[in-house]
């Protein structure tokens, strides 16, 4: 069963009594329906107040003569009008049971898909070949990663796009040094150990330096023995990336992979079309793009450099084929950039310039994150100053979580190995995600493996515990109805009806952290229930059944959330 949100529901009934009683047109958005944080009102409205300017009447009377004309057909109390013009509702008890009762078996609890699927493609991760994984590239992987799953749950296609850094000018230096290697003998596992050892020749050795050069132009040019080189590095980095993608639980695949070479054969016809359509200037050699609006602080316009005095291609060169080829061939009616806030003010010229060029008429949106902090408060890094590698940081978090998990466990060694990468990963992934991506945040085991608090460790515990009373309740016979007789029953299955809208917030505003914000609430309201509301011991065979209902309810809440968020739910601890 799928139905609407019970905002949605008294939004219609909100706008329809409005028309009837004020003949006003209005959209369910404008009715302004929310959850209400005040206890003992579940929903308010706040509609009155902005209608009463736009009427020229007392929002109170607006409230009034609303509320007056409402049908609510058994979903709720007439409503209270408060304060300065609040409508006030209170569910309906019968009616809050029996939509309860309705999710049970549904595997989308009750959500409904999108009336309006969109075609978007989504880039995130993006590291680069000839370069291990570090902990840089972890926000952009999960996030996307995340915003991916609540899309397609939604109802949206989703075309995912790692834009590899595989191409330009530092390829001509390793391609160079990976030569020198006898083909027997090359081994690049340790992808930056290779980069490292590659630079150094080029700084040092100018003879070396200069047959870099002309090797980037003999791969630019399409030498085949430069280009099968050029593959050994891209296959080697794939492959550490895929390692990296499968610890991690990231859905991306070779399949989604478009690197900066392939957009290379269009770089030439996106230079010549923006001079076509009058939208470059020559700038100290280079061929720039001025968008509108775009200035330095002495006032001075900002540039795009598409094409580089010496006749290479800029990465803005590269950006604009690649938003191009996915409106124009892939058909993309969305387009998300899942990419660090720095490069903000990059991608608003990015899509300035191609509305102005034609190319972009739909939306296109820089979803940005902050900085993973350590504890120092500065980037995260080794003690040694490098960067932290993102395989290792993964890796320490299982060892971690192996510690937490052995400390209650029943499981075998197997079992708990098991657990513990579930546990491990979801932390460092929860960590991530709970907060508003666009904040910095202190990366601190102690608090991410938190048994208590807003970490994925208590949601686990609490997913645990629900299968734990399952197994030992059995299935409740078919047709038992959900019966809220206590506030805490009431208040469990009031917050189980808003997955629906915690998922619609979490996906539209591309903020995987309300979703988080709302798993943990439910986890806390189940704790209270189970405190206050015996489950195995209940009164009467009814309410035992009920409550039976209510965990069961609980468990795939929580187990569907966390999936969405791309972390597990291992069903013992």
Known sequence: MQTADVTEELARRVVTA????????????????????REGVDYQGNLAMSLGRRLGRPPREVAEAIAGALELDGIADPPEVAGPGFLNFVLRKEWLEARTGALLGDPRLGVPETPAPRRIALDYSSPNVAKEMHVGHL??????????RLLRFAGHEVLPHNHLGDWGTPFGMLIEHLLDVPAGQRAIADLDAFYREARRKFDSDEAF????????VLLQSGDEETL????????????????????????????????ESFYNPYLATVVDDLEKAGLTEISDGAVCVFPEGFRNREGDRLPLIVRKRDGGYGYAATDLATLRYWTAERGATDLLYVVGTPQAQHFAMLFATCREAGWLTGHAEHIGFGTVLGAD?????????????????????????????????????????????????????????????????VFAWDRMLAKEGNTSVYLQYAHARTQSILRKAGKPADGTQVLL?????????????????????ATSGYAPHKLCTYLYETAVTFSRFFEECPVLKASTPELRASRVRLTTLTSQTLALGLSLLGIEAPDQL
């Open 139 to 148: 926000r952009s992987s999960v996030i996307g990663d995340a915003l991916a």
């Open 18 to 37: 409005a028309g009837r009683a004020l003949d006003v047109e209005l959209t369910p958005e404008q009715a302004l329906i929310q959850a209400s944080p």
């Open 377 to 441: 408060g500065k980037t995260m890094r080794t003690r040694a100053g490098d960067t932290i590698k993102l395989a290792e940081l993964l890796t320490e978090a299982v060892t971690q979580a192996a510690a937490v998990v052995a400390e209650r466990s029943e499981l075998d060694p197997a079992g708990q190995a098991e657990v513990a990468r579930a546990v491990g990963i979801g932390a460092v992934k929860y960590a991530d995600l709970s907060g508003d991506r666009e904040r910095d945040y």
């Open 228 to 259: 099968a080189v050029w593959q050994e590095l891209v296959d080697e980095s794939t492959r550490h990336f895929n390692e990296v993608y499968a610890l991690l639980g990231i859905s991306l695949t070779d399949n989604d992979i478009y690197g």
């Open 209 to 216: 330096a200069t047959r870099a050069r002309n090797r980037v």
């Open 485 to 505: 007789e206590a506030p805490a029953e009431r208040a469990l299955a009031l917050k189980l009806l808003r997955f629906g809208e915690a998922l619609k917030s």
